[in-house]
């Protein structure tokens, strides 16, 4: 069975500094994907990055990006110069990429952003 | 240009009631997803659909029945609503392998049940 686990439920970070959301999961798949989601006060679910277990190279998006270090099972969301709108729950997320691909989530972390 | 758009998005309903609740994606993926988010902010999948044919059920009551009509529309009937249904309901979808992994959801529905 995959797992999850978010170990920070709340973090607060000044304006413009970089952030790290932890994440690390366990599966014994060696074939799985790895996702973060934003969530804002606003309710609605936005994808950020995606990682593939047997990507060579960390992924990076913008402002995002997904520090994957599978030996540890860990694949952080990093937020460079973070901003007050990154403000937001954030989930990290994995599946498994041989069958249908359903998600199974972390508890989230509530990233509080101060000016 | 909704990508992936569900109605309505807030529902209140006494228990014992019969609901459901619409989505719709305009991105040409062949997957749609349901999932619950609970009170404390998790979430769990619950369906998901591949071109109209049921691929996930999770354990979920029976009185919930998804409902796929082609592959752009995933509807979720609930039977006989109870107090614990109340949650909000993300419909997503994605491209499937081999195009794409990558889960958009919708706006969610809020349920509550009284």
């Known amino acids: 069975a995959q797992k999850i686990t978010q170990t920070q439920p709340g973090m607060f970070v000044q304006e413009k500094e970089a952030v790290t959301l932890d994440c690390t999961y366990d599966?014994?798949?060696?074939?799985?994907?790895l996702f973060w989601y934003k969530q804002p006060s606003s309710g609605e679910m936005i994808f950020l990055i995606y990682q593939g277990s047997y990507d060579q190279q960390n992924a990076t998006e913008g402002r995002y990006s997904l520090n994957f270090q599978k030996a540890r099972k860990s694949a952080n969301l990093v937020i460079s110069a973070s901003q007050l709108g990154d403000s937001a729950m954030y989930f990290c997320a994995m599946c498994y990429l041989g069958g249908a691909q359903k998600l199974v989530f972390g508890q989230g972390t509530r990233l509080t952003i101060n000016p | 240009d909704t990508a992936v758009s569900q109605t309505p998005k807030y529902l209140v309903t006494q228990m014992g009631n019969d609901k459901s609740i619409k989505c719709e994606q305009n991105l040409g993926h062949d997957t749609m997803y349901w999932y619950k988010q609970d009170s404390k902010k998790f979430l769990k999948i619950m369906f998901s659909?591949?071109?109209?044919?049921?691929?996930i059920n999770e354990t979920v009551p029976n009185r919930f029945s998804p409902k796929s009509p082609d592959k752009a529309h995933l509807n979720l009937h609930i039977n006989s609503l109870e107090l614990g249904d109340s949650a909000v309901y993300f419909c997503?979808?994605?491209?499937?392998?081999?195009?794409?992994?990558?889960?958009?959801f919708g706006p969610g529905t809020r349920l509550t049940v009284t």
């Open positions: 997503a979808s994605s491209p499937g392998l081999p195009l794409g992994v990558e889960q958009y």
């Open positions: 599966t014994s798949d060696p074939s799985y994907g």
């Open positions: 659909y591949n071109n109209k044919e049921l691929i």
